[in-house]
């Protein structure tokens, strides 16, 4: 008998599937378990004995599902599900009770289906009102795809990527990984990019195949993953920034975020950000952020787009 057949790996695997579908009838158990219904009702009564609230109903509507309250039962989640709920605590997911492939809402449910009504109840009526309401843009990466990055970033593996540029346009490259980081909700890929032949930061959600090569990937010494990734973020795009504050760098830092531009003190009491944006208009309203005189050196659109928001909110105050 191999361990797949043995009674206890059977009563388990049962366990999990009343998890998974609470109302299971006794027939889709023992389908799914490839043994008569018998023998499924005689597995639930295995795990009855070992203290597992395992609760039935008669009739057409009838099954088995887990009871709450007195002995919490053991949850076995599957690998997705697993590292979906480490995402989650990492980015603050906010799950979607509408796809039911989702992993981590699958292992939310778990949870929630075998807690005290007391707890769960309330719970569930929040969980139900994210649900409906799912924060605008986010895009969690694929666990599995996540796990493979990490894994090769600690392995010190070679990979070669499917790397969606735009919707229609994938590429394949190959790439030494560094590290992956989050950042507000993003998940980064730091890497050399044997194919560009330059450092490179790609959106993890972006990443449509992984395949791990049998060829060394070393990263630098002196590498800062954060610090990298703020670089990155802060630099490269089509409107040069340049703005003078009358502040110390230290102070300058506090209130404007590293991925806004890098801060260079020009004396004690005096400092530049220098930066780089697409959007003019957004980086302005950043620019409220810091307590002290300043003067935009640099660009013309972005003194452009502070002339605008300035008429804006002197109109408001009249």
């Known amino acids: 008998m191999t361990h797949d057949e043995s009674p206890t ?8 599937l009343i998890q998974s579908s609470p109302g299971i009838t006794a027939e889709r158990l023992a389908g799914r378990l490839g043994v008569s219904e018998r023998a499924a009702r005689r597995y639930v009564g295995i795990l009855r004995e070992a203290g597992i609230p395992i609760e039935s109903e008669r009739g057409r509507y009838g099954g088995y599902r887990i009871g709450r309250g007195l002995r919490l039962p053991p949850l076995m989640f ?8 480490v995402m989650a605590v990492l980015d603050g997911h906010h799950d979607n009770a509408a796809d039911p492939a989702d992993p981590v809402d699958g292992a939310l449910g778990k949870i929630l289906r075998v807690l005290p009504e007391a707890v769960a109840g309330p719970a569930v009526a929040v969980r139900s ?17 996540t796990a493979d990055l990490v894994q090769a970033c600690a392995g010190r593996r070679r990979l070669r ?14 790439v030494d990984p560094w590290a992956v980081v989050v950042r507000r909700g993003r998940w980064y890929l730091l890497c050399w990019s044997h194919t560009r032949n330059a450092r490179r930061v790609l959106r ?7 395949e791990v090569l049998d060829v060394p990937a070393v990263p630098p010494p002196d590498l800062d993953p954060a610090e990298m990734l703020e670089d990155h973020l802060s630099a490269g795009w089509r409107h040069q920034v340049e703005v ?4 110390p760098a230290e ?55 502070a002339e605008a928001l300035g008429r804006r909110l002197l109109q408001a105050g009249t």
């Not at 790996?9 to 999990?16: I, K």
């Not at 009102?129 to 795809?145: K, N, W, Y």
């Not at 806004?260 to 309203?285: F, K, M, N, Q």
């Open 204 to 210: 993890v959600d972006k990443v449509a195949g992984v």
């Open 129 to 145: 009102l994210s649900a409906r309401h799912p924060e605008p843009g986010a895009r969690t990466p694929s666990p599995e795809t």
């Open 9 to 16: 790996a059977r009563a388990l695997l049962l366990l999990e």
């Open 244 to 247: 003078v504050v009358d502040a």
């Open 251 to 305: 102070a300058v830092g506090e209130w404007v975020p590293r991925s806004l531009g890098r801060s260079e003190p020009i004396d004690a009491t005096t400092t530049r950000l220098v930066g780089s944006t697409d959007e003019p208009d957004w980086y302005v309203r950043q620019l409220t952020a810091i307590r002290a005189p300043f003067r935009i050196v640099g660009s013309r659109e972005l003194r452009e787009a």
């Open 78 to 85: 599957t690998q997705a599900e697993a590292l979906g709920l």
């Open 161 to 174: 990527l499917g790397y969606r540029i735009r919707p229609g346009d994938e590429r394949i490259m190959e």
